[in-house]
């Protein structure tokens, strides 16, 4: 089955500054990488997508980047706000039918006033 | 986004007793939900896919007996913890499906 590694699990960054977090998946044929937001107890928010089709998607400050002969997707969080403090998950699946997404183990993002 | 509703946020209950998770799509409808225990500081582990009308598909290791699953509409899913006991304290977390995945805020289940 699908199996998606996550790094880093912790990332501290100072407010205004960039974050990313990369993520790895074995199957070729996931086609579908949503990244969700999960604040303390809180169940995850989708943040941001990407199919296997586009290669990254923007919006406002998040983007996403999809690599698809490496088998690797990014996300990258810039001008970081303290808000932004959560865990975050990515998640690998085969879109289209029964949808079962595989998570990554998730980043605590900790930004710093 | 669609939403997603889970019911109640938190709960407490005696070990022994049995205690019942809503999941509700509240602005569609969805065949297919699926629930997930998260621990402290780990990530979400799928416990079983609930299906309209039929019965839940569990996954390797999770007793059906003890987490008893009912997808009796297309906009309701329940679980139910049976004779739970401390080591069932967990987060529960639902999810339905409509184009995304979407989640249900949790279940902080404490069992005393």
Same mark, same amino acid.
């Given at each position: 089955?699908e199996n998606v590694e996550q790094h880093p699990s912790?990332?501290?960054?100072?407010?205004?500054?960039?974050?990313?977090i990369k993520c790895t998946y074995?199957?070729? !044929?996931?086609?579908?990488f949503p990244w969700y937001?999960?604040?303390?107890?809180?169940?995850?928010?989708?943040?941001?997508?990407?199919?296997?089709?586009?290669?990254?998607?923007?919006?406002?400050?998040? !983007?996403?980047?999809?690599?698809?002969? !490496?088998?690797?997707f990014?996300l990258?969080?810039?001008?970081?706000?303290?808000?932004?403090? !959560?865990v975050y998950f990515c998640a690998a699946?085969?879109?289209?039918?029964?949808?079962?997404p595989t998570f990554g183990r998730g980043t605590?993002?900790?930004?710093?006033? | 986004?669609?939403?997603?509703?889970?019911?109640?946020?938190?709960?407490?209950?005696?070990?022994?007793?049995?205690?019942?998770?809503?999941?509700?799509?509240?602005?569609?409808?969805?065949?297919?939900?699926?629930?997930?225990?998260?621990?402290?500081?780990?990530s979400l582990?799928?416990?079983? &896919?609930?299906?309209?009308?039929?019965?839940?598909?569990?996954?390797?290791?999770?007793?059906?007996?003890?987490?008893?699953?009912?997808?009796?509409?297309?906009?309701?899913? &329940?679980? &139910?913890?049976?004779?739970?006991?401390?080591?069932?304290?967990?987060?529960?977390?639902?999810?339905?499906?409509?184009?995304?995945?979407?989640?249900?805020?949790?279940?902080?289940?404490?069992?005393?």
């Amino acid at each position: 089955g699908e199996n998606v590694e996550q790094h880093p699990s912790t990332l501290s960054v100072q407010e205004g500054d960039s974050a990313v977090i990369k993520c790895t998946y074995s199957d070729s !044929a996931s086609n579908y990488f949503p990244w969700y937001k999960q604040e303390l107890g809180k169940g995850p928010q989708l943040i941001i997508d990407i199919r296997s089709n586009v290669g990254e998607k923007k919006d406002q400050r998040i !983007a996403v980047t999809l690599n698809k002969t !490496a088998k690797h997707f990014s996300l990258h969080i810039t001008e970081t706000q303290p808000e932004d403090s !959560a865990v975050y998950f990515c998640a690998a699946s085969i879109g289209g039918g029964s949808y079962i997404p595989t998570f990554g183990r998730g980043t605590s993002l900790i930004v710093h006033p | 986004g669609a939403v997603v509703s889970q019911h109640p946020s938190r709960v407490i209950c005696k070990s022994g007793t049995s205690v019942k998770i809503e999941c509700r799509s509240l602005d569609f409808q969805a065949t297919t939900m699926f629930w997930y225990r998260q621990f402290p500081k780990k990530s979400l582990m799928l416990m079983a &896919t609930s299906n309209e009308g039929s019965k839940a598909t569990y996954e390797q290791g999770v007793e059906k007996d003890k987490f008893l699953i009912n997808h009796a509409s297309l906009t309701l899913s &329940t679980l &139910t913890v049976t004779s739970a006991h401390p080591e069932d304290s967990s987060f529960y977390i639902c999810s339905a499906v409509k184009t995304e995945a979407f989640f249900g805020q949790g279940t902080r289940l404490t069992v005393v």
